[in-house]
């Protein structure tokens, strides 16, 4: 048993530092976790750098309530940040061991990212997706090494999600698969293995669920309120799923919904409502409105 286990995990000791791509939610929090559970230097590289600064202020006050509950120390807190840099350039990413892409979800985007990324990275280096949906063969062909490149499918949020999807491409190695499997648990992590199909196994349970509530609020099932309470409270949901919608992220949300029906059909057709919601551009929490506004008021802001 020992020796099938040696040979599920191989040692993370080589990486060092690890190159976090896009400082968005998942990027932020992917980053946060590197550094603080597996210790690793953590270099996150975003296009706008009002992004990279936001990143940092959100680990920040993340760190600073965990010192005010006495659940970390001012030491541990400096140590973290210590070892998180940011940049707006692919090309500082040159000497890392390990990267993880988490920039939005595009095919055009990540694969575009993994040709240039294949070019400043060292040959030896894994380069990981954090896509919820699109296939891992086809970002991984992209590059020249497609033996190491594979998906690494973290929950939102990330500092508080157990689970990491893990996804081996066609030509994905088991020294890479591994590897990747290790550092999921230096990142205190539990990890599931699924094949590279059409939103692997989260999603495609998820969003077909999620995209029904889209559709109940469409044709008047009942309200925003009482589609989410229903599910909550008759269904033992932790959240209702338009509230998760708007923290997944509605533009993230209608992405999945079409690599879903491009790979599978139209039973996994968005939902009108969705569409609509994406072009009004409200995409939830982070653009402070969707199902629900996540607006402070002004009378809040200096208190
Ligand atoms: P987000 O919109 O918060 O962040 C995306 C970031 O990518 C933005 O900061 C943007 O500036 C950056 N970006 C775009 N193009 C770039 C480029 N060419 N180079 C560098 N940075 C670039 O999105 P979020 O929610 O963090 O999602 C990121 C990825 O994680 C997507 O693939 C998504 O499907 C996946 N994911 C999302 C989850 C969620 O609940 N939101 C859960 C698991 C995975």
């Not at 919820?132 to 590059?143: F, G, P």
């Not at 992590?189 to 999620?210: C, E, Q, S, W």
């Amino acid at each position: 048993a020992f020796k099938s286990l040696q040979r599920y995990y191989s040692t993370t000791q080589h990486i060092q530092t690890v190159g976090v791509i896009g400082g968005g939610q998942m990027g932020s929090g992917i980053a946060q976790v590197l550094s603080q559970a597996a210790k690793k230097n953590v270099i996150v590289v975003d296009l706008n750098k009002q992004v990279l600064e936001k990143s940092l202020a959100g680990i920040t006050s993340i760190l600073d309530k965990n010192v005010a509950k006495g659940k970390m120390s001012d030491l541990e807190k400096s140590d973290i940040l210590k070892r998180l840099s940011f940049s707006d350039s692919l090309k500082s990413l040159a000497n890392a061991d390990f990267v993880i892409e988490a920039v939005i979800e595009n095919a055009e985007i990540k694969c575009n990212i993994f040709k240039e990324l294949d070019q400043i990275v060292k040959k030896e280096a894994i380069l990981a997706t954090n896509t919820s949906s699109i296939s891992i063969t086809k970002i991984a062909a992209a590059t020249k090494r497609p033996q190491n490149v594979i998906g690494m499918h973290f929950m939102n949020p990330v500092p508080v999600m157990k689970l990491v999807e893990i996804i081996p491409g066609i030509s994905t190695s088991e020294e890479t698969q591994n590897i990747t499997n290790q550092l999921t648990k230096d990142m205190g992590k539990v990890h599931t293995v699924a094949r590279d199909t059409a939103g692997f196994i989260a999603n495609r349970l998820l969003m077909p669920y999620i995209n029904e509530a889209c559709q109940a609020v469409y044709e008047g099932l009942g309200t925003i309120e009482d589609i989410d309470t229903t599910m909550k409270l008759g269904c033992n949901m932790p959240m209702g799923p338009l509230t998760l919608a708007d923290f997944i992220g509605l533009d993230t949300c209608l992405s999945i919904m079409k690599v879903l029906q491009a790979e599978l059909g139209d039973k996994y057709k968005p939902s009108p409502l969705l569409i609509r919601y994406v072009e009004a551009g409200k995409f939830g929490k982070k653009s402070n409105e969707g199902f629900y506004s996540y607006f402070i008021p002004a009378s809040n802001t200096f208190k």
